[in-house]
């Protein structure tokens, strides 16, 4: 007993004993709660998707002599193969043994891997904070960025930019380190055959990590770009080479797991990132009470979106980590190179969006990958105010009070908590009709479920908007049919199902009766009514 005792004494003595219990307490929790969450709007299509890449790597397919690339894209070729699968690679292998294993269903086993991926971004994310700011201020600043419940609610549904950003944070971190490994290198003593080898080893993690980035988004490069001027403007010409291996193993992964590259790669990259640019998607979005649309937005959507988006701490935290940075940098007393990278993270797109105003919807998840180094600076903060508080209980007392309003606002708006607005708009309740709430229908599920609960006897449920998501989630004989093809030929006493996103439930069966509504704090997502007269 007193071995095992001296035994738990040493591993919590550990340096990053805290953070490891930290992850374990996220997998605990992420794996008692991803069945929970439902579908989003883009998911079934997106992991018929995932289960179609395969056939490019199928060997037996491409020796048949009918080989077709375009049925790797998916049931939607044209909009599928715009976007590089390598995620979906990844994460379907491990879906298809985690369904098999537990016999569990198609999207709980993707909300698992999904999960599995932010908690991947979460521990690069403490690594890269290590960097600048000591090991009790990049734990705070970790459990900060991992308790946003605006975060936490799309790590579970979004298989888009949840894993864009891990992966961005993965080939920032890894890109850095081999950067400063070969450059602090006394290379001038080796060969050039010699420094080409010992090149290639240290940076084919980076390189792998940066091809795969480029092979879920076409902003992937991006990270590369990052990589490259830090690396000259710290080691200047001897970082060159270290700057094309990376680049050429870059490009090779990036090839080799994107299957619309085959055919024509320069040409067909241009097409995607055209496509992107353009962005042909145009939606209705809510903003302040108004509709715009999507490619129309005030240049104040964006900004507003940040600022009430997150908790209510993380702003002045971040703006007093600046003023520590400017402090820091006038006393020579931080290595500037790299954290001045991390700023233009978050600054060049924030504003691109500002000023050039492509077309946005969904709030901020298109542009969740330049978030991270938000939480790094306000972590800058947190080390000086540690710096101020000297006092233990002091310090537990003040990351408490940090994180308390994200960890209650995932307890009280599961699982929508991507649905999260902050208190200096009123919260979500005063956000619902004002702004985008359960944007991506991920209520169908529970509404689905409070149907049949309420009414076992129905045999129709008629869906105004994606009957297909929300048929996911109907039990035997039970129809889901589309409401739009039916409209004033509901028969009396049919059920109908709404979401409030464009206001659906206020322009169709408005003056029917109201059968059940499922929300959080006051915001209404999806709304029931029964057919009248």
């Known amino acids: 007993m007193h071995r095992l005792f001296t035994g738990m004494i040493k591993l919590v003595r550990l340096p990053h004993f805290p953070f490891a219990a930290l992850i374990l307490v996220y997998l605990l929790v992420g794996g008692l709660t991803y069945p929970v969450y439902g579908a989003s709007w883009d998911e079934p299509e997106f992991y018929k998707y995932a289960a179609a890449v395969p056939y490019a790597y199928s060997i037996q397919a491409h020796l048949s002599g009918q080989f077709d ?101 993965a080939a ?133 979106t940040l600022f009430i988006s997150f908790t209510e701490v993380v702003w002045p935290l971040f703006f007093i980590g600046l003023a520590v940075i400017l402090w820091k940098k006038s006393f020579k007393q931080m290595e500037w190179q790299s954290l001045l990278w991390m700023f233009l993270w978050f600054f060049l797109p924030f504003c691109y969006v500002v000023i ?34 000297r006092r233990t209980w002091l310090r537990f007392l003040l990351v408490a009070l940090l994180v308390f309003p994200g960890i209650y606002g995932i307890l009280r708006l599961y699982p929508y908590e991507y649905t999260y607005y902050n208190v200096f708009i009123g919260g979500t309740g005063s956000a619902f009709r004002r702004f985008e709430t359960d944007f991506w229908l991920t209520c169908y599920k529970e509404a689905m479920q409070e149907i049949q609960r309420a009414r076992p006897e129905a045999k129709t449920v008629y869906v105004f908007r994606n009957a297909e998501l929300a048929s996911e989630y109907a039990s035997t004989g039970l129809n889901v049919v589309d409401l739009r093809s039916f409209r004033d030929q509901v028969p009396e006493g049919g059920i109908m199902l709404f979401t409030t996103r464009f206001d659906d439930d206020l322009n169709v069966h408005y003056n029917d009766p109201l059968l059940l509504s499922v929300g959080r704090e006051g915001a209404d997502f999806c709304i029931v009514r029964e057919a009248g007269k």
């Open 356 to 389: 050039m105003r492509p077309a946005l919807y969904d709030g901020l998840r298109h542009f969740i990958f330049i978030l991270p180094p938000i939480f790094i600076f306000a972590g800058l903060a947190i080390e000086r105010l540690f710096i101020w508080i």
């Open 69 to 169: 690339i375009v049925k790797s894209f998916g049931p939607l070729p044209e909009a599928h193969k715009m976007y590089g699968p390598a995620y979906l690679l990844i994460g379907g292998m491990l879906v298809k043994q985690l369904t098999s294993v537990f016999q569990g269903s198609w999207y709980a086993s993707w909300h698992l891997v999904n999960f599995l991926s932010f908690l991947v971004g979460i521990i690069f994310f403490y690594l890269l904070c290590l960097r600048w700011i000591n090991k009790r201020a990049a734990f705070s600043a970790t459990l900060l960025f991992s308790t946003q419940p605006v975060l936490w609610g799309h790590a579970f549904i979004n298989p888009k930019d949840i894993p864009f950003m891990s992966f961005f944070l």
């Open 172 to 304: 920032i971190y890894l890109g850095f380190w081999s950067i400063d490994k070969l450059g602090k290198a006394d290379s001038l003593l080796s060969s050039f055959s010699r420094r080409a080898i010992q090149t290639f080893w240290i940076v084919l993690p980076a390189g792998i990590a940066c091809g795969l980035l480029a092979s879920i988004r076409i902003l992937g490069p991006f990270a590369g770009l990052l990589i490259a001027l830090y690396a000259l403007l710290r080691y200047g010409r001897r970082s060159i080479l270290s700057i094309l291996v990376l680049g050429l193993i870059a490009l090779l992964v990036d090839y080799l797991t994107w299957p619309y590259l085959w055919v024509h790669p320069i040409r067909n990259y241009l097409d995607v990132l055209k496509y992107m640019v353009d962005n042909p998607v145009i939606l209705s979005v809510l903003f302040q009470g108004t509709f715009y649309f999507s490619n129309n937005l005030p240049f104040t959507y964006f900004p507003v």
